[in-house]
């Protein structure tokens, strides 16, 4: 795929693991797609193709709701990033939801109906994270057809992902990988980016200086895959997300940067593929529980998969092994939830000294999780010393706006209950403000 920047040529390419055949509407889709990071710096998109009224409507809705991420989530609360004379001085929710004029010609949508298998044939997005693995685990157990698919940036994500797909390459049969260039495009979008600082291009973070809505990349680029093996059901790895934190700042609402990680997000991904005539769904099976009640079910149940896990934004090697860098935020949420399930770190490649670092500063660093779960895996660390008890925090939560269990593939839902109910004390609703 190439774009015209301000006149320079920008490069994207993705290549499969066998040759496939796409639809060209859908191919015309994933070329902007990557595009929806840039919205709110962008003026206008132009393209040399038509697409149908269905993509332009999924277009410009994300692109208005990842401009609302990007403006409260990034312009306002990162400003390490950017230039000051870009951060907004009255941040108003109208500046906020702005999107480019697209200008593209519309067709008829002509792709062909596409009927799933009828056998429960899934997808799992995998990154070798807790959240895929566990997923996949369960999925197997329950007896579903799984197809784990990766994604290869072809940066330093990869070392992250590149323990369980070496596992999984040769223990699984149906694991599928796409190689693609999305990370050096966003690298060279980026520096078009007149907002962004020259440090924001060079410096390390535990976040990108833009780009929020990351995951879509992947779910499109693997449509090849979903229709080639008659998937049904495609599954990302997304956990709890408190919804009593998703509150409006400045008149604006958000979701925290994580969009592409909820439940609205899944609903509008349903909406956009019957619109097409695809059969998909999308779901997860542990929107319901928290990080510290997954980290609890990979490594007592799934042993084997749970010493494959690497969450970490800085993975490197030393000799031969994966070793996560035990210092950035990612690490700090994962030797949290392990600690205070009382599980060795050392099984996933932690280091002696940043257990030992982190158990002696682990109060007073800052974390990127919901204040309950933080609070309650301190107190479990600590034995009460720290943090607070929260027993809604090992519960199953039941919400029909964000973690609705009914949209759960009904051919999977009862067992997949039934094994999250092994290692959590109940379910729990939200009433008044409250879990209860």
């Known amino acids: 795929m190439k774009y015209l920047v301000d006149g320079e040529e920008v490069q994207l390419a993705y290549s499969y693991d066998f040759p496939i055949s796409m639809d060209r509407q859908d191919l015309r889709l994933l070329s902007l797609i990557p595009l929806v990071n840039y919205s709110l710096f962008t003026e206008e998109i132009e393209a040399d193709f038509p697409i149908t009224k269905q993509d332009y409507d999924f277009i410009k809705k994300m692109m208005v709701i990842n401009s609302r991420e990007i403006y409260v989530n990034k312009l306002l609360k990162r400003m390490e990033f950017f230039r000051e004379e870009y951060i907004p001085k009255t ?15 519309l067709e008829q949508n002509t792709r062909s109906p596409y009927v799933n298998d009828g056998n429960g044939s899934v997808a799992i997005m995998s990154s070798g994270g807790k959240d895929s693995l566990l997923t996949y685990g369960i999925m197997k157990e329950v007896g579903a057809n799984v197809y784990p698919i990766f994604v290869n940036e072809s940066g330093g994500h990869w070392k992250t992902a590149r323990v369980a797909y ?25 520096s078009k980016i007149k907002a962004l600082n020259d440090k924001a291009l060079t410096m390390w973070s535990d976040t990108y200086p833009i780009r929020l809505f990351i995951f879509p990349i992947y779910i499109f680029s693997s449509l090849p895959y979903f229709l080639k093996y ?3 059901g495609v599954m990302k790895g997304d956990e709890f997300d408190d919804p009593r934190s998703f509150v409006p700042e400045y008149g604006i609402n958000h979701y925290y940067g994580i969009y592409d990680q909820t439940q609205s997000f899944d609903l509008a991904l349903n909406s956009y593929f019957e619109s097409i005539g695809y059969g998909l769904k999308f779901y997860s099976a542990l929107r319901s529980i928290t990080g510290l009640v997954e980290e609890n079910i990979l490594f007592n149940r799934y042993p084997e998969l749970a010493k494959l896990q690497r969450s970490c934004h800085s993975c490197h090697e030393e000799n031969g092994q994966i070793i996560p860098c035990g210092r950035c935020t990612k690490c700090d949420g994962i030797l949290l939830f392990l ?9 996933i490649n932690y280091k002696e000294q940043d257990i030992a670092d982190f158990l002696k500063t682990y109060h007073e660093r800052i974390f990127r999780l919901d204040r309950d779960e933080l609070d309650h895996s301190k107190f479990l660390i600590s034995k009460g010393e720290y943090g607070k008890f929260n027993e809604h925090v090992e519960k199953i939560h039941e919400d029909s706006e964000f973690s609705n269990l009914q ?3 009904e051919r999977w839902r009862d067992k997949i209950v039934g094994i999250l109910k092994e290692y959590t004390k109940g379910f ?4 008044n403000g409250e879990w209860t």
């Open 407 to 409: 949209l759960i593939d």
């Open 230 to 232: 008659g998937i049904s």
């Open 166 to 190: 070496d596992y999984f390459q040769v223990n699984h049969q149906n694991t599928l990988r796409i190689w693609t260039t999305v990370d050096r495009f966003y690298r060279k979008m980026d």
């Open 428 to 431: 729990t609703h939200l009433e």
């Open 339 to 347: 600690n205070a399930n009382s599980i060795d770190p050392r099984i």
């Open 91 to 105: 941040p108003s929710d109208e500046e906020a939801s702005y999107s480019p004029r697209i200008n593209i010609d």
